[in-house]
């Protein structure tokens, strides 16, 4: 199955992209999907605990089954901004 992995804010910058296409094995969990991104791509999810995930726009745990074409939005946590 194909997920595409959207990315957002600092993890758009370590990967040097917002959209990353990643092929998983049928009935894969998004913990499998992050698994696969950490074996990929060392170093992107240092904060993956932090990390909010949204399958298809709608906040998920880890637990979720994926399915083929799923867009997967990976969301780290935010701060800053001008007082």
Do not use: C, W
Not at 65 to 80: C, F, H
Request: cysteine-free.
């Amino acid at each position: 199955m194909r997920a595409n992995v959207k990315l957002f804010a600092i993890l758009r910058e370590r990967a040097g992209t917002g959209l990353l296409p990643l092929q998983l094995p049928d009935g894969s969990t998004v913990a499998v999907l992050l698994r696969e991104l950490q074996a990929q791509r060392p170093g992107l999810l240092l904060d993956a605990p932090s990390t909010m995930v949204a399958v298809n726009m709608e906040y998920v745990q880890e637990d979720h089954v994926l399915r083929d074409g799923d867009e997967v939005a990976l969301i780290p946590p935010v701060s800053g901004g001008a007082s």
